[in-house]
């Protein structure tokens, strides 16, 4: 639970302190120098290599959530209680 809410947010984080800015930023660079100008290019790549990252946090969180749906505390969590029951020989 508390990978989730850091995850969640430094997901929040991110899109307000950089990916907001850095989208503005962009775009005005776009509109003065033009699209094909090596600066616009490189705040874009920027841009796309932090976002990439955004996007894959919230997936790493949820990957994580899942791996481990009971509390590690319970006798009843984790593999075991995903594991097929054991067949005892008669004796």
Do not use: C, H, W, Y
Not at 60 to 66: H, K, Q, S, Y
């Amino acid at each position: 639970m508390i990978a989730g809410l850091v995850g969640f947010a430094a997901t929040f984080l991110t899109g307000i302190a950089f990916l907001s800015p850095q989208t503005k930023k962009v775009n005005a660079l776009a509109e003065s120098k033009g699209v094909e100008d090596p600066e616009t290019q490189a705040a874009v790549r920027k841009l796309l290599l932090v976002s990439r990252f955004d996007v894959a946090l919230p997936l790493l969180v949820v990957a994580d959530m899942t791996a481990k749906p009971f509390p590690s505390g319970s006798s009843e969590g984790g593999a075991a209680a995903l594991a097929p029951p054991r067949l005892i020989p008669p004796a």
